[in-house]
T-cell receptor
Framework: GAGVSQSPSNKVTEKGKDVELRCDPI?????LYWYRQSLGQGLEFLIY????????KSGLPSDRFSAERTGGSVSTLTIQRTQQEDSAVYLC?????????????FGSGTQLSVL | AQKITQTQPGMFVQEKEAVTLDCTYD???????LFWYKQPSSGEMIFLIY??????QNATEGRYSLNFQKARKSANLVISASQLGDSAMYFC????????????FGTGTRLQVFP
């Protein structure tokens, strides 16, 4: 696609429910990243995919968070048993390579609100 | 470990004036890249400028320039001739040669341009 696409743009859920956030990267981009941005805060790295594999899962905040990527393209971030502290904007980004100067292209994010 | 520090939570500047947004970093990698992103109220992350640690000259992109002082580990963004549309959050980020899979962000600086 022309840019990184994320859906839904907004998600309101009740505490304890599971949610799935979707990211469709730029066509041909092999690297995919998930970040979390809490209100007024910087970007917190969650997970990175190279192709379908995720060599670095160190940023996932708890075992309630998981992510997968299939076909080297679309990625899904799943949060189980959501808590109020999970409320944030979840940003997805992609890039062609992981060289030093390779910039990330970001989607518009999913605003998650846990009531 | 790598770390980005942005000590200015908010900055004000008058239209047409120049403004400097501070960024300091810490890394043990000998080679690294530094990025600046802009995030308007709409939420998208817009890439502004890149500086490689071995680049001999400071990076420039239109009204944006980077005051890179390697010995001081600082990479300040200079915006010349500020415009009202420059009002946004600005994030400094870095990627190290041994951690190319991860772009680490600072907490950001909110810039407000007034007429």
């Amino acid at each position: 696609g022309a840019g990184v696409s994320q859906s839904p743009s907004n998600k309101v859920t009740e505490k304890g429910k599971d949610v799935e956030l979707r990211c469709d990267p730029i066509s041909g981009h092999t690297a995919l990243y998930w970040y979390r941005q809490s209100l007024g805060q910087g970007l917190e790295f969650l997970i990175y995919f190279q192709g379908n594999s995720a060599p670095d899962k160190s940023g996932l905040p708890s075992d309630r968070f998981s992510a997968e990527r299939t076909g080297g393209s679309v990625s899904t971030l799943t949060i189980q048993r959501t808590q109020q502290e999970d409320s944030a904007v979840y940003l997805c980004a992609s890039s062609s390579y992981e060289t030093l100067n390779e910039k990330l292209f970001f989607g518009s994010g999913t605003q998650l609100s846990v009531l | 470990a790598q770390k980005i520090t942005q000590t200015q939570p908010g900055m004000f500047v008058q239209e047409k004036e120049a403004v400097t947004l501070d960024c300091t970093y810490d890394t043990s990698d000998q080679s690294y890249g530094l990025f600046w992103y802009k995030q308007p109220s709409s939420g998208e992350m817009i890439f502004l400028i890149y500086q490689g640690s071995y680049d001999e000259q400071n990076a420039t992109e239109g009204r944006y320039s980077l005051n890179f002082q390697k010995a001081r580990k600082s990479a300040n963004l200079v915006i010349s001739a500020s415009q009202l549309g420059d009002s946004a959050m600005y994030f400094c980020a870095m990627r190290g040669i041994y951690n190319t899979d991860k772009l680490i962000f600072g907490t950001g600086t909110r810039l407000q341009v007034f007429p």
